[in-house]
């Protein structure tokens, strides 16, 4: 057994997810299929999943971003479509990367609200920003955080 497809060593697949008021997952898929020449779209109901060359799949995400830049975010597939080791065909069910999927979908909204929040802030204004201590209703040590990202 091949631990993945040849026909995929030489690509890359993301996922572009959104969670949005005003952009659906069809919106983005749909956007995704007219620019989609040399990339294969899966349209999914979290958005859509691009694979093709690095450059091509960079490409199609970069006017997708635009429709909604706070809402609509990107992630690497960790395995080629079709590995063994990964799936579901193989497996039965659903994914496993999936579960993590809904999970951080929950946590989204909060990155959006502080992308916008701080979209437009200088570098200094940022930095004033994180040294107030009731930024989060509670202080919280930007060094432990740093630690915690380090360690992870």
């Known amino acids: 057994m091949k631990p993945y497809d040849p026909q ?10 959104v969670d949005s008021p005003d952009t659906t997952p069809q919106d983005i898929a749909i956007a995704a299929y007219e620019i989609a020449k040399g990339v294969m779209i899966k349209e ?22 635009k429709l909604d830049p706070y809402r609509i ?9 079709g590995d063994a080791r990964r799936c579901r065909a193989n497996s039965g069910g659903a ?5 993590g999927h809904e999970y951080e979908m929950a946590l989204v909204r909060y990155i959006a609200y502080g992308l916008e929040q701080t979209d437009h802030m ?6 004033a920003a994180a040294g107030q201590e009731k930024l989060m209703q509670s202080a919280f040590d930007v060094a432990v955080l740093e630690h915690l990202i380090e360690e992870e």
Not at 8 to 17: A, S
Not at 122 to 127: H, Q
């Open 8 to 17: 995929y060593v030489n690509t890359v697949t993301k996922y572009v997810f």
């Open 44 to 65: 999914t109901c979290f958005g859509c999943q691009i694979t093709g060359s690095p450059e091509d799949v960079d490409r199609i995400i970069a006017p997708l971003r």
């Open 73 to 81: 975010y990107v992630k690497d597939r960790g395995f080629p479509p």
């Open 95 to 99: 994914r496993p990367g999936y579960l």
């Open 122 to 127: 200088t570098p200094e204004e940022l930095k």
